[in-house]
Structures are given as structure tokens and as C-alpha cells.
Nanobody, 118 residues
């Protein structure tokens, strides 16, 4: 099992910055990829960014503004969010994925609220 705890959310004005952190514990050796997803009110959860073996992937809506990074020694993944927009508002969830022969296993954090005011 993997446990994930997010921190760093809050209220910020448009154009501002926030950094989210996600600390993993438990069977962290089994994690193959980590990422951030978000869910706005009334919308489905969507991918924001992922990182795996140093390779990163971003949603088009955040490219050039958000940066995902991982500190393996601390079992922590970060999401640096710059030039925030009101449409970035939502609950941000940390994800850890374990690849298995029969399919992936996903672990989720409890979520942290990000609110961007205009």
C-alpha cells in the first residue's frame, strides 16, 4: 500500500504562484509514476501532469506554466504552478501508479483545494 499526503493549496490571485507537495509513504519502492490531477466543480477529474523515470507529461492547458518534479530521496513530488488563472481552480489530487502485469494500481491523496481569484 502507498499513502499520499498533499499540501500547499490555498487562495491566490490570478497571475500568482503556488507550489503543491505530495509526500508518499508505505511501499514507495513499488511506485512507477506519480502525477497530479484536478477536479473543478461540476467537472470530471483531469490529468494535470505526470512524471515517470524523469519523463514528464503535461496537459495542454498548463504547459509552460506548471512544472512537476520529484525528489526520490524524500519520496515527494511537487507541482510548481505559475501564472495561475481562475480556470485552474479546483481540488488537486496526487496520484501514484504501480504497473502490474494485469493492469495499473492507482493510489490517491485526499486532495488539496486551489482557488484562483480574478
Amino acid at each position: 500500500q502507498v499513502q499520499l499526503v498533499e499540501s500547499g493549496g490555498g487562495l491566490v490571485q490570478a497571475g500568482g504562484s503556488l507550489r503543491l507537495s505530495c509526500a508518499a509513504s508505505g511501499s514507495t519502492f513499488s511506485i512507477n509514476a506519480m502525477g497530479w490531477y484536478r477536479q473543478a466543480p461540476g467537472k470530471q477529474r483531469e490529468l494535470v501532469a505526470t512524471i515517470s523515470s524523469g519523463n514528464t507529461n503535461y496537459a495542454d492547458s498548463v504547459k509552460g506554466r506548471f512544472t512537476i518534479s520529484r525528489d526520490n530521496a524524500k519520496n515527494t513530488v511537487y507541482l510548481q504552478m505559475n501564472s495561475l488563472k481562475p480556470e485552474d481552480t479546483g481540488v488537486y489530487y496526487c496520484n501514484a501508479r504501480r504497473h502490474r502485469p494485469w493492469g495499473p494500481t492507482d493510489y490517491w491523496g485526499q486532495g488539496t483545494q486551489v482557488t484562483v481569484s480574478s
